[in-house]
C-alpha cells in the first residue's frame, strides 16, 4: 500500500490550503487515517484524525482552523488548513494506521509573508 501526499506551498499568513493524500490498496475505507507534521528542528507531531465512521481528533493548536476528511470511494484523505500561521510551517505527513500501516512522502508547507 502507497499513501501519496500533495498540495502543499508558500502560502502567506492567513491564507488557506488543502493537502490531499492518494491510498492505494482496498482497505483505506475501513482504518482510522491521520495527518503529522514535522517542523525544523521539532518532534514530528500528531495534527489530526479520522475514523473509518467519520470521527475527528485535533492538536490543540490547530482546531477550528483545520479540518480533516476523507473520501472513502476515491481513497483520499484531506487536510483543509484556514488561516493559516507562521507556526504551521513543516512538512506534512499523512498516514495510514492498522492494516494500512504506512507513511506517505511528505509535502512542504511554508507560511510566510
Known amino acids: 500500500v502507497q499513501l501519496q501526499a500533495s498540495g502543499g506551498g508558500l502560502v502567506q499568513p492567513g491564507g488557506s490550503l488543502r493537502l490531499s493524500c492518494a491510498a492505494s490498496?482496498?482497505?483505506?475505507?475501513?482504518?482510522?487515517m491521520g495527518w503529522h507534521r514535522q517542523a525544523p528542528g521539532k518532534d514530528r507531531e500528531l495534527v489530526a484524525t479520522?475514523?473509518?465512521?467519520?470521527?475527528?481528533n485535533y492538536l490543540d493548536s490547530v482546531k477550528g482552523r483545520f479540518t480533516i476528511s476523507r473520501d472513502n470511494a476515491k481513497n483520499t484523505l484531506y487536510l483543509q488548513m484556514n488561516s493559516l500561521k507562521p507556526e504551521d510551517t513543516a512538512v506534512y505527513y499523512c498516514?495510514?494506521?492498522?492494516?494500512?500501516?504506512?507513511w506517505g512522502q511528505g509535502t512542504q508547507v511554508t507560511v510566510s509573508s
Open positions: 479520522i475514523t473509518p465512521g467519520g470521527t475527528t
Open positions: 490498496g482496498s482497505v483505506f475505507s475501513s482504518v482510522v
Open positions: 498516514r495510514g494506521y492498522g492494516r494500512l500501516n504506512s
